[in-house]
């Protein structure tokens, strides 16, 4: 089960950096659930696409380096980088240009081979600066 676990977690994150987002939500459970940081979730694929894509669309053309994968049962943890620069509008700031580059702690749960849950945990001070 552990290569096809990094596979699919490679796949959706190559899917959403590309944003193939049709592509990336058939990999995610008919139940799928997202957590942005806390633990206000957002039920179902249409709402984490307009989550991921008002994110996203700040910084076109960026890419994530999945630096670690580690799994645990139904759990996997992906420890990543996200490099991109901002032309769009980010948490209402301007667009400025700048180059960003910052790292992402995500938590998925696997069910009946796809996504039913993504917890997104990074530092907010650290995109900012």
């Not at 944003?19 to 659930?33: G, I």
């Not at 960003?100 to 749960?109: E, G």
């Amino acid at each position: 089960m552990v290569s096809w676990v990094f596979s699919i977690v490679q796949i959706f994150y190559t899917h959403l950096q590309n944003e193939d987002y049709k592509s990336a939500t058939q990999l995610c459970h008919e139940d799928f659930v997202f957590y942005l940081q806390l633990d206000s979730p957002i039920r179902g694929t249409d709402g984490f696409i307009e989550s991921e894509k008002q994110n996203f669309d700040a910084f076109k053309g960026f890419q994530f380096t999945i630096e670690q994968i580690f799994t645990d049962k139904d759990s996997v943890a992906v420890f990543m980088i996200f490099d991109g620069n901002q032309p769009g509008t980010l948490m209402d700031i301007e667009p400025t240009g700048n180059q960003v580059r910052f790292s992402l702690m995500m938590l998925l749960k696997i069910q009946d081979g796809k996504i039913i849950e993504k917890r997104a945990h990074f530092d907010k001070a650290d995109i900012l600066r």
